[in-house]
């Protein structure tokens, strides 16, 4: 079985072939074409180290993420998440390959951060708002980047210079990186990637821009503000796993009948008239998109 590297597994996963398999399964998770059950974690004894495992299985694919999270390598030159995402031949039980499992979560996570804009958003996007600058900013600058050249991406953070270090450090021609400054006027976008337990963007919501929580992975975390949440369309990546982990909806106290999917907006795509908040939450559903990427790359290049 081939392993491939984090710079490997980065060569791998274009973010427009991603979008392009995301778009797919994310239909077919809604169809009951796939089986993705909860993840279990579960906790090293006397250690704050957690073993997480997501697996989903398809009529084509067995996938499974393996990840150990150690808050304990904070600091030192060891990466607090570790891991690897196993692909397997669902016919045959062949293993076929594996993939570093961060940079898996990294692109699935902003490629589907880009499959709300390509649903949600009429027109391409050219001014972005991004509130955040750890490993999901990254990711979702590289996405902006290579799907809308051009691009404009405002960087909010804890302070002016975290900002302005964040944009010397990712500066890259295909698009234009800056601090936010406040005066910026209204947003195509904004797109929250924080692990915030307070409200870090709450302005009046609009039709023409498009809010995406991703972080707020917990209940005792949010991002949005509740006014957002409770006088916009709602939808969600993963509908199973939301009312457990969607921070933002859950302290606004949302009614979950009122939430939609992303599979029910690529159906039938929103007004144009109503603001929207999409949350992500992901789900194993997605890592097994990024596998089949993979795949389909390796059956082109026979």
């Known amino acids: 079985m081939k392993l491939y590297s984090a710079a490997e597994t980065q060569r791998l996963l274009p973010f427009s072939a991603l979008l392009d398999a995301l778009e797919r399964t994310v239909l077919d998770y809604a169809q009951g074409r796939l089986i993705c059950p909860e993840r279990v974690v579960t906790q090293a004894p006397g250690s704050s180290t957690l073993l ?12 499974t993420k393996l990840l150990t999270i150690c808050p304990a390598n904070a600091g030192s030159e060891r990466p607090i998440i570790q891991g690897q995402v196993t692909c397997a031949d669902a016919g045959t039980g062949e293993l076929l390959f594996g993939l570093d499992g961060p940079t898996v979560t990294m692109r699935r996570t902003a490629a589907i951060s880009m499959l709300g804009i390509r649903i949600f958003r009429r027109e391409p996007v050219r001014r972005v708002l991004l509130v955040g600058t750890g490993a999901q900013a990254v990711a979702h600058c590289d996405a902006l980047a290579a799907l809308y050249p051009g691009v404009t991406i405002f ?22 990186l800056r601090p936010e400054t406040g005066d910026e006027g209204r947003f195509d976008a904004v797109i ?29 975390m949010i991002e949005v503000g509740p006014r957002i949440v409770r006088e916009s369309s709602l939808y969600v990546d993963d509908p199973q796993g939301a009312p457990s982990e969607a921070g933002d909806l859950i302290q ?47 059956e082109d290049a026979v």
């Open 52 to 63: 997480m495992a997501m697996p989903c299985a398809s009529p084509d694919l067995l996938v």
């Open 155 to 176: 960087i909010r953070a804890r302070s002016p210079e975290k900002a302005r270090g964040f944009c010397l450090r990712h500066v890259t021609p295909e698009c234009d």
């Open 192 to 220: 929250t990637v924080t692990s915030s337990r307070e409200v870090i963007y709450d302005a009046a919501p609009h039709p023409d821009t498009l809010v995406i929580g991703v972080g707020a992975f917990r209940p005792d």
């Open 252 to 298: 606004a106290d949302v009614d979950w009948a009122s939430v939609r999917s992303l599979a029910d907006a690529l159906k039938e795509p929103p007004s144009t008239d109503e603001p929207v908040f999409f949350k992500s939450v992901g789900c194993a559903a997605w890592d097994l998109a990024a596998c089949r990427v993979v795949v389909e790359e390796k």
